[in-house]
């Protein structure tokens, strides 16, 4: 028994919990920034398909429609994926902290986690980068 009168099997399961919960979490969010940045791209593709013979007729000073989805699309997925990614590290990091402080054998499991989110942001930054290329 540990110095709180709990049995040792019991130590950290609620902060295990709380952390498979902030990881369920942090999974949902990067499907649901993969789904709008593929949503956002096919729409300004398929955009770009119906404006070409329009586009080989005349020459607008403006950029054309599909440039201005694909740079509205950049701006999307690099944001809410930095957002996402200081959230979920924020209360992956918390939820990890709590799970060390009860039990220190667990810090190399938590560091992974927690540099699972800072993932997050760095695939929302290469997703960026590959949508330059269709500018």
């Known amino acids: 028994m540990s110095?709180?009168?709990r049995?040792?099997?019991?130590?950290?399961?609620?902060a295990a919990r709380r952390l498979r919960k902030y990881i369920a979490l942090f999974m949902m969010l990067t499907a649901a920034m993969g789904v709008a940045g593929a949503l956002t791209v096919g729409r300004a593709l398929a955009q770009e398909a119906g404006n070409e013979q329009a586009a080989a007729k005349e020459?607008?000073?403006?950029?054309?429609l599909t440039a201005k989805w694909v740079a509205l699309s950049i701006?999307?997925?690099?944001?809410?994926g930095t957002l996402g990614?200081?959230?979920a590290v924020a209360k992956v990091g918390s939820a990890a902290l709590g799970a060390v402080s009860e039990n220190p054998d667990l810090f190399g499991?938590?560091?992974i986690y927690v540099g699972l989110a800072e993932g997050l942001a760095i695939y929302?930054?290469?997703i960026g980068i590959m949508l330059v290329g269709k500018l």
């Not at 049995?7 to 609620?14: F, I, Q």
């Open 124 to 126: 929302g930054l290469l």
């Open 7 to 14: 049995p040792d099997e019991a130590k950290g399961s609620a």
């Open 85 to 87: 990614a200081s959230w």
């Open 75 to 80: 701006a999307a997925v690099v944001g809410v």
């Open 109 to 111: 499991r938590t560091l």
């Open 3 to 5: 110095h709180s009168g």
């Open 59 to 64: 020459e607008a000073k403006t950029p054309p």
